[in-house]
């Protein structure tokens, strides 16, 4: 039996979730579906510019799992481009994060914990700013709201 798959975190959801080659009929694309972390590993990777292993951090994978899933979502694309694919971006195996706490004394940036201090691990100053845990636990989902436990 197969190792269930490490729950990727995401801290973005698109706005927009479908992409069409202009001027050719919905009925006549093909379609290429690409995971919610799948463009998470691209958002990071290649619009942030972070390096693979700080982009694997902030999924909570490792690196190899992540080249892995930023290999897969980069072929999808290519695969929609080269061939006049569109694209849906749905499921995936992740839960959604909460906004990092930044501390207003002496900058440093931090994932939450819930039921964590409130207060800088780095200063322990008081003083924070985006306060908020993440949110959801972790499962497949199908569409956007529809998760498949």
């Known amino acids: 039996m197969p190792r269930p798959p490490i729950c990727r975190r995401v801290e973005f959801l698109p706005g927009v979730t479908y992409f069409k080659p202009a001027a050719v009929p919905l009925r ?3 379609e290429v579906v690409l995971a919610v972390e799948e463009l998470e590993a691209i958002r990071l990777k290649d ?3 972070l390096e693979q292993e700080d982009c694997a951090a902030r999924m909570g994978v490792s690196r190899p ?10 072929d999808k694309v290519a695969d929609a481009l080269v061939n006049g694919k ?13 906004p990092k706490v ?16 409130e207060a800088c691990p780095r200063c322990g100053s008081e003083e924070l700013a985006g306060r908020g845990p993440g949110r959801g636990r972790c499962h497949r989902h199908g569409r956007f709201g529809e998760g498949e436990h």
């Open 47 to 49: 619009k942030e510019g």
């Open 65 to 74: 799992t992540f080249v892995r899933i930023l290999n897969s979502a980069r």
């Open 86 to 98: 569109a694209i849906r971006v749905e499921g995936g195996y992740y839960h959604l994060v909460g």
């Open 102 to 117: 930044r501390c207003r004394r002496c900058g440093h940036e931090w994932e939450p914990e819930q039921g964590g201090k």
């Open 28 to 30: 006549e694309l093909e």
